[in-house]
């Protein structure tokens, strides 16, 4: 456009200075009569000049937007992922980093030196209905299997089982962290396939609600700076007041990294207090307005600090994605965590109930087993009662195993399970190649194991058992694990995580409930 430009400017000098052609009147006017410019078109012609200023301005910030965004390497995720479309609805895996880089150490304290860490992690799910979303937080300290991740020289990790779920963010020890195997991690641990992931470390949360004119929170007790440092040697002066308040930059990041001194003192407590800040960051830009005037000052800070997938990496995609939340009801959108509970020191996945939310998830059903595919159908797992002959199998959708090869084991205590198991396989049309038990006969969920390239022949088989969960083992071959869930719903646990009796729906917080309720585990809260 500016090569074009420049070429005109001088063409039309030389036409002016030209001498008058033969014929022509004296002094170079030409016989056409110029038309008055009435005030209408006046108007129009003002208008249309405003409107290509505003839109070249617009151009602008879009083109600063796009050169502030960076964007992690899309070739470390895993070549064995769950199917594209497995639900109608969006995924979106949001990771709080705490790399003290690019002065990030100035408002978190520690090292500049030192390795990204993942401080704060969830799965947002917005349902295909774009009326509904889900926000389950994963706790750091969970202990998970992170599968092959891809190092900075371009090799690839092994399998690690029982290993922190925030350790999947440091793997290669970088200053940037590695987005990609946490994603891979989020992947392998729901059967979920995330469509995007954003890293916002400490500056870009504080320029965001700086941007926004801060945020309403609410303290169950008076924090001192010594609950935000347990190494202090002193209490310290008083940082907050107990009760409501409204907090930004600095102040807001002090906020959601408290741990100690409320509650259990836990980082599983400091959740809940994380989930009702962003509960009322969510209620301030709701009350603004979701528009493309308001969302350019948030995503001019954000930008700044933030680092996306290569599928989300330019300014349009990212407005795009913020402005389909806009129909979301913040009653409608619900915040909980990964089912868990303690083992040791960590945390541990607490089975039946997360294979549950998975299941409901694909389905687009929410936690209050509502209907949000957006198709008006119903997508619940039907019960035992309604379910076939065949071994009591419970899904009414039908299910294709020709060409794939199961083996069937009984990881409970309970006879005769894995043949059930299998008849169900075979009315679908899968071949049994052997049943048994396992050599672990204490598993409460059923589990599909499969070999490398297998992911796709295991996600048919899960659709068999709604609720199973999927693992990456070695070798070629997709076995079955049979779980107590199974055999206690006579062979239908149910993918409704809120039909049979989990604390998920119980535990879930709405972006609009009270402010000051529900802000830790243990006393205090």
């Known amino acids: 456009m500016t090569t074009t430009s420049d070429q005109a400017i001088p063409s039309r000098r030389r036409r002016r200075e030209a001498p008058p052609r033969r014929g022509a009147p004296r002094g170079g006017r030409t016989t056409r009569r110029r038309r008055k410019r009435g005030p209408l078109r006046t108007v129009l012609l003002v208008a249309l000049s405003l409107t290509v200023l505003g839109t070249a301005g617009l151009g602008w910030i879009y083109l600063k937007l796009n050169g502030d965004i960076e964007t992690f390497d899309g070739a470390g995720l895993s070549k064995n992922r769950p199917a594209s479309g497995s639900s109608k609805g969006e995924n979106v895996l949001v990771i709080g980093s705490d790399a003290r880089t690019d002065g990030n150490s100035a408002l978190g304290g520690g090292s500049k030196d030192d390795i990204g860490r993942s401080d704060t992690a969830f799965l947002l799910h917005v349902y295909a209905d774009h009326r509904h979303a889900i926000a389950v937080s994963i706790p750091r300290d969970t202990l998970v299997t992170i599968p092959p991740c891809r190092l900075p020289d371009g ?40 469509d995007h992931t954003v890293v916002v470390d400490f500056k870009g949360f504080a320029a965001l609600t700086d941007v926004v004119g801060g945020v309403q929170v609410c303290l169950p007790q008076d924090i001192y700076q010594g609950d935000l440092n347990p190494n202090r040697a002193t209490k310290g002066e008083r940082i907050f007041e107990k009760g409501e308040q409204n907090v930004s930059g600095q102040k807001a990041l002090d906020y959601v990294r408290i741990r100690h001194g409320i509650g259990d003192g836990s980082d599983i407590g400091r959740i809940k207090r994380q989930q009702a800040f962003v ?28 680092t996306v997938d290569p599928g989300l990496g330019t300014a349009d995609k990212l407005m795009a994605f913020a402005m389909s939340l806009k129909d979301v009801d913040l009653h409608d959108t619900k915040f909980v965590t990964v089912p868990w509970r303690y083992q040791g020191s960590r945390v541990a996945i607490a089975e039946p109930d997360a294979s549950g939310l998975w299941a409901a998830l694909k389905a687009d059903r929410t936690v209050d087993g509502e209907d949000a595919s957006g198709g008006g159908r119903d997508t619940a797992t039907p019960s035992a009662s309604g379910s076939p002959e065949a071994g009591g199998e419970a899904s009414a959708v039908a299910v294709d195993g020709d060409g794939i090869d199961v083996a069937v084991y009984n990881g409970t205590t309970t006879n005769g399970l894995a043949s059930e198991a299998s008849a169900a396989l075979t009315a679908h049309g899968f071949t049994v190649t052997g049943t048994g038990n396992a050599s672990d006969r204490q598993h409460t969920t059923t589990v599909v194991q499969y070999g490398a390239g297998l992911r796709s022949q295991a996600e048919t088989v899960a659709r068999v058992f709604p609720g199973a969960r999927l ?28 039909a049979d009796g989990s604390s998920v729906a119980a535990d879930a917080r709405s972006a609009d409930d009270d402010l000051c309720a529900d802000l830790s585990y243990g006393s205090g809260g």
């Open 155 to 194: 090799t690839w990790t092994g399998t690690r089982t029982d290993t922190m779920f925030n350790a999947a963010f440091s793997v290669g020890q970088t200053e940037a962290g590695n987005p990609a195997c946490t994603q891979n991690t989020v992947e392998e641990l729901t059967g979920l396939r995330v």
């Open 471 to 498: 693992e990456s083992i070695g070798g070629s071959t997709v076995n079955v694990v049979v779980g107590t869930a199974y055999a206690a719903a006579g062979g239908s646990p149910s993918a409704d995580p809120s």
């Open 279 to 306: 509960s009322s960051l969510l209620k301030k830009i709701k009350s603004d307005g979701l528009t493309p005037t308001k969302l350019l000052p948030l995503a001019t800070a954000a930008t700044k600090s933030m």
